[in-house]
């Protein structure tokens, strides 16, 4: 069935959380429903529509930012009333506004997840989770990583209190009590979670979640073991899932999956099948989309989506049709409603510009007195700095609550910035020297009119190691910046994984000395990304990495005093050695170290590099063709005569040419590893090598992969 939804807005908040927003139940079939929403300036929002516009029906004082906002009540009757999480408590309101709870929790943190199921709260911190049953503690559990969202299976139907976490390492956590039942791994980190068509499914027991890597999936969590149903890929490099809804909207008797991303970017999935997510429509807006929820808010009898953006704004898209039908007399009734509406709002709109303008006189007139105080207005900015497994680069996305004016970017480790097809801003470069300033990156990115989010790509090389650092400033007067920094860990492209393959031949580090669990801990969360920085329970840990460049892999376990690396990539090895040992002379501790360097891990990671290179020096050739190509093609008029091979080329131009611009520095980076790995694998045995740099480059031009292996055989 075609679908058609026409973009309305009604109302703009303050900035909002993750699931902040929520629609409450109709009081018949088809009348339109209230919008409560929570921003982080503390108030609570309630609000109709009348006649096109909104009409408040409360509106509480500014508080502490509210996290979360869900809907509750006794179980099988409406869900009406309104719970927020503000810092560590739980605060509860009726649908006229009238607060009947108080509840301060016992957490010492801030509270990030919440879910109500008629007296249950399940509350999560950081790290901690909270089962309370009428404002009594009953379960806790301490997760291994952090939370990112909580959920209940519906009591009715699993007969049982199952709650689920969403945990920032992969995995979904299914509790019993206060005891872990089984954990569910997840192809990324999980950000949301969601009953399927919003009560589980038949059997209650199916979830769907979203990823912050903009993967969705569904699956049921059994009393022993998850049944994965069905997994959709982020095939189309969109952002990451910040919620999700259940509603019928195109009016077939079956739910449809409502998802909202972080690039703005909002989706309906059906369901072809029990197991079969299929995309049905999707629509971009500027900014990223915090809540959704389906319903019928503008007009009676017109379904539509309600979403909430991170700025505040609350976006219909209504199955109201935009064009009506009908005689002279509705055209006239309808012209008379929008000459109102426009007369009220050009009206509105001149009252705001004579305040604007007396706000400013007066801003002026207090700054030249002599008791002058400096007033720097605050703003908030959304940020995240994350690896990306397709391409090996870093993604940093800025969201700013007002437009971006520009944005400079520096950093003391050198970095490669990538190209972004989404990205309007214009960016330019300026030189830096390295010695005094330690200055390897300046960049300035000058925003279009109205850009509220921009996203940017780097990729760094493993070994250096530093600080980003992001300097935002948005269009508002007088001019502020605000500077964020983000660490360059120096193994910066491996991630997290589930698994590894334990038949590669493995090199390996062992450190041995005096120093406790938490020491050296603390030096693995400084050397990799996705560790969390609480100390595991218990008394040791193995994380699994995987690098996203090339494909090797890092098996870390530790405890305390004795920590134990694995890797089939020497500069892996050689990189940890380097800096744990840094880390460790910093606090004055003596460490033990010994490795035992496996030969067939060099031709191993050789094979894995030899298919990149050979790849990127043709990609390299064909595009230093191109242009003599073209020129031929000129003189000639035709290229009939050529080869195949140069026919194809020039077909492929503009492809290729794209390829290569996506990726700069990329065969130089490859060049980089080799050398890193021709001069590590002698490092271990005490020679030094580097003299022999310059024949090894002469090699690599050309050479195929039984040569270089060859090369590196007999060097020495």
């Known amino acids: 069935m075609e679908l058609s939804l026409a973009r309305v807005d009604y109302l703009q908040v303050g900035v909002t959380a993750q699931k902040t927003m929520r629609l409450l139940p109709a009081s018949g079939r088809k009348a339109t429903q209230k919008v409560v929403v929570g921003d982080q300036d503390g108030v609570i929002t309630c609000f109709g529509i009348k006649k096109g516009e909104a009409v408040p029906v409360f509106k509480t004082l500014p508080g502490q930012k509210i996290a979360r906002l869900e809907l509750g009540g006794a179980l099988n009757t409406p869900q009406e009333k309104i719970f927020v999480a503000t810092g560590s408590e739980v605060r509860g309101f009726t649908k006229r506004g009238k607060q009947f709870l108080s509840f301060e929790t016992n957490l010492t943190e801030s509270i990030k997840a919440m ?47 199952t709650p689920v976490l969403a945990c920032q390492d992969r995995v979904l ?176 709109l001149q009252h705001l510009q004579m305040k604007v303008l007396q706000e400013r006189e007066k801003y002026q007139q207090s700054s030249q007195s002599s008791t002058a105080i400096s007033s720097v207005p ?12 397709d391409d090996a680069s870093y993604s940093l996305i800025l969201e700013v609550q007002t437009a971006i004016d520009n944005v400079l970017v520096q950093s ?45 790509k780097v990729r760094s090389i493993e070994g250096q190691y530093g600080t980003l650092q992001a300097y935002i400033t948005p269009k508002i007067q007088p001019k502020t910046c605000q500077v964020h920094q983000y660490q360059i860990k120096p193994l910066s ?61 890092l098996e870390s376990t530790y405890r305390k005093g004795e920590g134990c690396f694995k ?20 606090r004055k501790i003596n460490l033990n170290i010994s490795y035992d360097i496996n030969e067939e891990s060099v031709r191993h990671t050789l094979k894995l590099i030899h298919p990149k290179l050979e790849y990127q020096q043709l990609l390299a050739k064909k595009v230093h063709l191109i242009d003599a190509l073209r020129e031929l093609q000129v003189h000639e008029g035709n290229v009939d005569f050529l080869l195949p091979k140069y026919r194809s080329i020039l077909e492929e131009a503009d492809q290729l040419l794209e ?34 740099v310059p024949l090894l480059l002469e090699t690599l031009d050309g050479c195929d992969q039984d040569g270089l292996i060859a090369f590196f055989d007999t060097a020495a």
């Not at 903009?214 to 049921?220: D, E, I, M």
């Not at 890797?567 to 910093?586: F, G, H, M, W």
């Open 115 to 161: 879910h109500i199921s008629g007296a249950d709260l399940f509350l999560c911190a950081s790290y901690i989770y909270n089962h309370y049953c009428d404002c009594k503690d009953h379960h806790y559990y301490l997760s291994g990583d952090k939370i990112n969202d909580v959920l209940c299976l519906p009591v009715q139907k699993v007969n049982c209190i």
């Open 173 to 348: 956590r299914v509790l019993q009590g206060s005891d872990l039942l089984y954990e569910v791994e997840v192809p990324g980190p999980p950000t949301v979670l969601a009953l399927k068509n919003g009560n589980g499914g038949d059997s209650g027991e199916e979830i769907v979640y979203g990823t912050s890597d903009g993967k969705l999936g569904l699956t049921q969590i059994t009393g022993t073991k998850p049944v994965h149903k069905c997994e959709v890929g982020n095939n189309k490099k969109r952002g990451g899932i910040l919620c999700i809804d259940s509603f019928d909207i195109l009016g077939d008797g079956v739910k449809e999956l409502l998802v909202g991303r972080d690039d703005g970017t909002l989706e309906i999935y059906n369901f072809q099948s029990a197991d079969d997510l299929v995309l049905q429509y999707d629509h971009a807006l500027p900014e990223s989309i915090t809540s959704v929820q389906g319903g019928c808010v503008g007009k009676d009898g017109y379904d539509e989506i309600l979403v909430c953006t991170y700025s505040g704004w609350l976006t219909g898209l209504t199955t109201e049709p935009v064009h009506r039908e009908g005689g002279s007399g509705e055209e006239l009734k309808l012209s008379q409603e929008m000459q109102s509406k426009i007369s009220s709002l050009r009206n509105e």
């Open 378 to 389: 605050a703003f908030n900015v959304n940020d995240k700095f994350t690896l990306n497994k």
């Open 412 to 456: 003391d480790v050198p970095l490669d910035l990538l190209d972004v097809d989404k990205n309007s801003a214009v960016v330019s470069f300026s030189s830096c020297d390295s010695e005094p300033n330690s200055n390897f990156l300046l960049a300035t990115y000058r925003c279009q009119a109205n850009t509220m989010r921009l996203e940017l």
């Open 493 to 553: 492209l491996h991630q997290r994984t589930h698994s590894i393959d334990h038949d590669r031949p493995m090199n390996t580090l062992t450190l041995k000395g005096q120093f406790s669990f938490a020491e050296i801990h603390s030096w693995v969360v400084f050397c990799l990304p996705e560790v969390p920085e609480k100390t595991p329970a218990g008394e040791s840990i193995t994380f699994y990495f995987q690098n996203t460049f090339l494909g090797t892999q």
């Open 567 to 586: 890797s089939d990539n020497i500069s892996t090895i050689s990189i940890l050695k380097d800096v744990l040992s840094k880390e460790a002379t910093k």
């Open 659 to 692: 390829e290569y611009k996506r990726q700069p520095a990329h065969l130089e980076r490859l060049y980089g590893m080799i050398t890193d790995l021709f001069i590590d694998k002698f490092k271990f045995k005490g020679t030094n090598v580097k003299s022999k």
